[in-house]
């Protein structure tokens, strides 16, 4: 799901569905870390009819094609306790590659095992980062 689907589905939870319920947008992005793109997030939802300008700064509706989209997009994502359990597997497995390749080291000694464990190591940051964004 790409920033702007988080942010609408987001509105969609915070207003219920309702196209009545003004939001500020300023403190939801900020609370979801994306502060820093504020007005390139606002005026893409606002093209795309998602959102709806309120006559106080930063204080949004969602509209009804906003509602739509937010199902469409929660209806085809991922349970997060899905992508949870999937991600931490994967993290087990590359932690054991890492683990195996380490204890190879110990006995023969040699580039390519520590670019191994080089590449596993980022490949666990990449992981934990997933898991992260899901808890």
Known sequence: ???????LTRLYEITGGKDSVNVDFAELLKKEGFFPSIEDIK?????????????????????????????????GAP???????K????????LKEALVMAEELTSSPSEDKVDVIGSRVSEMTKVLGKIKENL
């Open 1 to 7: 799901m790409d920033v702007y689907h988080k942010v």
């Open 43 to 75: 005026a893409y939802l606002s093209g795309e009819s998602w959102i709806a300008e309120t006559n106080r700064v930063n204080v949004v509706r969602i509209t009804h094609w906003g509602v739509a989209e937010a199902r469409r997009s929660l209806a």
């Open 87 to 94: 991600e931490t597997a994967r993290l087990v497995k590359v």
């Open 79 to 85: 349970d997060s306790s899905q992508i949870i359990e």
